[in-house]
C-alpha cells in the first residue's frame, strides 16, 4: 500500500478550496498547516479579494504572498471561508483549536455564506475523539476549571490572540451535540472547538494521489 503523502494531501485539498473563491470576494481565512498551502494558491489565482485573518500567523503568512488582509470588525458578513480541522466525522462534525484560533475560527465561519473544510485523509474518523480545545477567560480561571473538571492548560500555546487561556477538556464526547451545549452554557467558557455540521457548507479531503473528495455536508440555505 502507497504510505500517506499528509504535505501532498493537505496541498491538493488547498488548492482545490483555491478554486471555489471568485474574484471580488471576501475571504476568511482558518490558520493551521493546511491553510499555508491554501495562501499561495489564492494569491496565484486571485488578484482582487479581501481577506480576514483568524491568526496573527495567517495574517503574516497572508501579506508575505501578497493577499489584502483586513480586521474583522466592521465587516458583517463573507463569501466563504476556508480553513482546516483536526478530526472531521462522517456526519460533518469538527473539532478544532489545535492551534488554539478556534474562537476566531468559529466566528469567522459562522459569518460566511460557504464554509470550506480542508483536509489531509487522516483527519477524517469514525467517531470524534477528545480532547476538544477550550477558550478561557483568565478571570475566574479557577473557578471554571473546577466547574468544567477535566480540563488541561496548555503549555505551547497558552494564549489565543484575544489572550484566553487555552486548554484541553478531555471529558465525554459520545453526544458532540450535548457536550458542545454544555461547553458553551459554561460560564468563563469563551469557545470550544466543536463545530457543528450546520456551519459546515463542504469537506474537501486530499488524497495521496493527489486526488480530492468533496462531501456536502449543508447548504447553509441556499
Ligand atoms: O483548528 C485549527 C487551528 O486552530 C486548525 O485548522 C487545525 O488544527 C488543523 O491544522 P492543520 O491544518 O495544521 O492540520
Sequence with gaps: MTPIDVTREKQAAAQEAATL???GMTVGLGTGSTVA???PALADLHRNIRCIATSPQTESIARQVGLMVEPFRDVISLDIAIDGADQIAPDG???KGGGAAHTREK???ISAQRFIVIADSTKTVNNLKGPVPV???AFG????LHRLGNVTLREGVPHSPDGGIIGDYHGRLDDPQSTAAWLSGTPGVVEHGLFPPEMVTTIIVGHTNGKVEQRIITNNGQ
Design 135 to 137: 477558550e478561557l477567560l
Design 21 to 23: 473563491v471568485s474574484d
Design 107 to 109: 466566528l469567522v465561519a
Design 37 to 39: 498551502f491554501l495562501l
Design 93 to 95: 462534525w469538527l473539532i
Design 141 to 144: 480561571l479557577g473557578s471554571t
